[in-house]
């Protein structure tokens, strides 16, 4: 299976959220992490879990890094289908299956748990989304 670097369409309101705890947005992806992000699951005690970006990666987001994907596709600190470091998780992490800009909202049209139906708040996704959502701006 190849890495989904990205599955985001732009959409004109916030769809609802609820997660199902199904790990995929954990597995065969590119998780890119900023320098916060190493800082904050280093202080956690965490290590050897980055490697740097490809520079198109680079590009397109900003972020000078990306996790380390087990063999089978999936992020370092996914065990079943939970994240062992939750608590410290990057901002990639902390704002999926969205990126809320300024002026545009992306959603990941494959998560399973976005309630298309449903009105969502961006704001809890806004500050996580802060540095992608300037690359992308670009973008659009």
């Known amino acids: 299976m190849e890495t989904v670097v990205s ?6 309101r916030m769809p609802g959220f609820a997660c199902t705890l199904c790990g995929d947005c954990c597995r065969d992806r590119v998780i890119v992490l900023y320098e916060e992000d190493v800082r904050r699951l ?4 965490y290590r050897d879990f980055y490697e740097p970006t ?3 990666e680079r590009e397109l987001t900003g972020a000078p890094f990306k996790m380390r994907l087990k063999e089978d596709g999936s992020c ?3 065990e079943g289908n ?7 998780r990057p901002d990639t992490c902390r704002r999926y299956p969205f990126i809320v800009g300024d002026d ?6 494959s ?6 139906g449903e009105e969502g708040d961006p704001e809890q996704y806004r500050e996580a989304s802060r540095r992608i959502a300037e690359r992308i701006k670009r973008l659009l």
């Open 111 to 116: 998560c399973p748990g976005i309630r298309w």
């Open 42 to 45: 280093e202080e956690a005690g």
């Open 7 to 12: 599955d985001y369409v732009r959409v004109e």
């Open 104 to 109: 545009f909202i992306l959603a990941s049209v």
């Open 82 to 88: 939970l994240c062992v470091a939750y608590e410290h």
């Open 54 to 56: 490809s520079d198109l």
């Open 76 to 78: 370092v600190f996914l």
